[in-house]
């Protein structure tokens, strides 16, 4: 078990560009989520799978945002035409199904100049 | 809605003292409770976590949480602290199994040594 790993793990982008994470999730995990944290706040929830199927998407995520999880495996989430709201720490957990806890990743950190 | 409030944002002790983290949150029914710790720079640790059963919690790194129905509290405490302790903290509550995770603003401990 080699955890949930994220990448890239920071980023820097000019407003207006795209990017694009991805996160592996713990293997055997069927459910992987993101979250969004900024600066002095607590992890806000933007979206979660299970399996390949998104369930559920928080109103945090305009139609700037799109998750995938093709496979049912890793997940991408992209940000077209980057904003500087945009700059914050974008966390992937995972867990398995009728667990309780998740098991986070170490973020990426985005910052849009 | 669920929702969680961290009154502390910040919390300084000495080294050795003994540490208490204050947790309420609001949730309709048996909510499930958690307590991630975040390093500098680093992604979510979970340190413990409550569904049922006994209400005083064993965590890793000799942390412990007490659920107080009544009060709707899910306090944190550790009995002596450690400089390595120094981090954010942040309780948080779930709806249910494989459900999105609702997080409070975080407390940082400052150790002194």
């Known amino acids: 078990d080699t955890g949930v790993s994220q990448d890239p793990r920071h980023k820097i982008t000019k407003r207006g560009q795209n990017v694009t994470f991805r996160c592996d999730p713990i293997?055997?995990?069927?459910?992987l989520y993101w979250y969004r944290q900024t600066l002095g706040q607590g992890p806000e929830f933007l979206t979660y799978?299970?399996?390949?199927?998104?369930?559920?998407k928080s109103r945090l995520l305009s139609d700037r945002f799109s998750a995938e999880r093709p496979k049912g495996s890793f997940s991408t989430l992209e940000i077209q035409r980057t904003e500087q709201g945009d700059s914050a720490m974008y966390l992937c957990?995972?867990?398995?199904?009728?667990?309780?806890?998740?098991?986070f990743g170490p973020g990426t950190r985005l910052t849009v100049t | 809605a669920q929702s969680v409030t961290q009154p502390d944002i910040h919390i300084t002790v000495s080294e050795g003292a003994s540490l208490e983290l204050r947790c309420n949150y609001s949730?309709?029914?048996?909510?499930?409770l958690f307590w991630y710790v975040q390093s500098p720079g680093q992604g979510l640790q979970l340190l413990l976590k409550?569904?049922?059963?006994?209400?005083l919690v064993q965590g890793i790194k000799g942390f412990e949480a007490e659920f107080k129905r009544s009060q709707s509290s899910f306090n944190l405490r550790k009995p002596s602290v450690h400089w390595s302790d120094a981090a954010e903290y942040f309780c948080?509550?779930?709806?249910?199994?494989?459900?999105?995770?609702?997080f409070g603003k975080g407390t940082r401990l400052h150790i002194l040594p």
């Open positions: 957990a995972s867990s398995s199904q009728g667990a309780y806890e998740q098991y």
């Open positions: 293997s055997e995990h069927n459910r």
């Open positions: 799978f299970q399996n390949e199927a998104q369930l559920e």
């Open positions: 949730y309709g029914a048996t909510p499930y």
């Open positions: 409550y569904f049922s059963g006994d209400t």
């Open positions: 948080a509550v779930g709806a249910g199994r494989d459900d999105k995770i609702i």
